[in-house]
């Protein structure tokens, strides 16, 4: 945890270098908006305005709810086991659109209930499902302390491995509403209008979740400005282990992809135990789910898809790699004022 404390600034120098280049290229300035932005700041990232993202992992941290059994959830959390099996085995959504562009996929056992029989499925589990937040805390400090680790360790080994960019992913039946918790305690909400549907709840069932959210804060008594006892009290295992990715992608200099709103509230937890981590994550998408917008503007973000999506399991921030390429292809490959007879474009004031 000691490298939580040690994260630093991101490059200065390569950010200004890489715009620097956007600016050499013949055509208006800033013309390609937020992606000549998250080119640069990918740039500080890694250090140079020579990006490279051509190595791009999604890892989806796999846990369990037991918020669940307050019948918050359209199914049981026996589908979290389900999900993350055809996930690690490569059948799930997440596989499907990672495939389409050259990332590859890892599925991480951080709190599933119950032992599932898959080698494929990363096995780092530190508590078998949280407990019921609506009675106490979802987690010990320990279990929380434990599965950031597992995080930032991950970020570690991908990084050794040649890894260039990561995804955020999740899977979690019940996570929405441990989120919806956070985002209400975060950005001072009442739940009403930070909790959503989730994968499909009926008006009684929506219901239900903001009165489990309510009286999770009540009896949790979560303070804001201590970010990692929110998500002890508050959060899941996946969630914590999301925190850890983020950290861990500031600590190692590797930029970090958010997802939707499991993956935002994650990162807006990273930003609260260190704010500089927010100069490290790339926003993807804005989620359809009530909380999406707040979390990301909470971490200073924009994102630039806005499209409903609320499927979750990486598949949002996947997305945004297409946008990237495409941005890079125009970063490296166009023509120049300087290879030109087009007069450069100034800057407006």
């Known amino acids: 945890m000691d490298r939580i404390n040690n994260i630093v600034p991101a490059d200065r120098a390569a950010y200004i270098a890489a715009k620097s280049r956007w600016d050499s290229i013949a055509k208006p300035l800033g013309s390609f ?55 690690a085995e490569g059948r799930s959504n997440i596989n499907a659109v990672a495939e389409a562009f050259n990332a590859q996929v890892i599925a991480v056992d951080v709190g599933i209930s119950v032992g599932v029989n898959c080698p494929d499925l990363v096995d780092r589990k530190v508590v078998y499902g949280t407990d019921n937040i609506t009675s106490g805390a979802a987690m010990t400090a320990e279990e929380t302390g434990s599965a950031i680790v597992i995080g930032i360790d991950t970020v570690k080994e991908l990084s050794e491995h040649g890894t260039k960019i990561i995804v955020t992913g999740e899977m979690g039946i019940g996570n929405t509403t441990s989120t919806a918790a956070i985002a209400s305690v975060l950005l001072g ?94 926003a993807s998408h804005c989620s359809e789910e009530p909380a999406g917008e707040g979390l990301l503007a909470y971490c200073g973000l924009k994102a630039p898809i806005n499209a409903g999506l609320r499927l979750g399991e990486g598949t949002g921030g996947v997305l945004l790699l297409p946008l990237l390429d495409g941005a890079l292809a125009l970063y490296r490959n166009s023509h120049r004022f300087d290879e030109t007879n087009i007069e450069r474009y100034a800057e407006l004031t």
């Open 33 to 87: 908006g937020l992606l000549e932005e998250m080119i640069q700041s990918i740039a500080a990232v890694q250090g140079s305005p020579d990006v490279d993202i051509s190595v791009r992992t999604a890892v989806v941290m796999c846990g369990d709810h037991g918020v669940v059994s307050e019948g918050v959830t359209q199914c049981g959390q026996e589908v979290t086991a389900e999900c993350a099996k055809a996930i």
């Open 189 to 282: 909400l009442p739940p009403e209008q930070v909790t959503g549907r989730g994968a499909g709840l009926s008006t009684e069932g929506l219901q239900r979740k903001i009165e489990a959210v309510k009286r999770a804060i009540e009896v949790n008594k979560p303070d804001k400005n201590k970010p990692f006892e929110l998500l002890q009290k508050l959060g899941g295992a996946e969630i914590a282990a999301m925190t850890g990715i983020f950290l861990g992608g500031a600590y190692y200099h590797v930029p970090v992809i958010i997802d939707g709103v499991i993956s935002a509230a994650a990162a807006a937890i990273a930003c609260g135990m260190n704010q500089l981590c927010r100069e490290y994550m790339l």
